[in-house]
């Protein structure tokens, strides 16, 4: 029930911008788990997100993390970003 449209901007510095649809009814309540992985496998952020249905977008700050590859994981679906310093 979840698409991972875009994470912009890539690369990033201090923040990624989540872009994605979800087909879960509007009445549902619906969580999910996003995280964030180094390039070793190592999670460095990890929250619980309410999910809105249709089109919508998740700010996470990237501030404290280094240059780099990550994984970013809501859900069940991933994508990779690079952050730049």
């Not at 994470?7 to 509007?26: C, G, K, L, T």
């Amino acid at each position: 029930p979840l698409k991972i449209l875009s994470i912009r901007p890539n690369p990033a510095q201090e923040e990624i911008v989540v872009d994605y649809r979800s087909s879960i009814v509007d009445d549902q309540i619906h969580l999910a788990m996003v995280a964030i992985y180094d390039a070793m496998g190592k999670e460095v952020y990890s929250a619980v997100s309410h999910l809105s249905s249709g089109m919508s977008t998740i700010k996470l700050d990237t501030k404290h993390l280094s240059s780099g590859v990550y994984l970013l994981r809501i859900g069940n679906m991933q994508e990779n970003f690079v952050i730049i310093k």
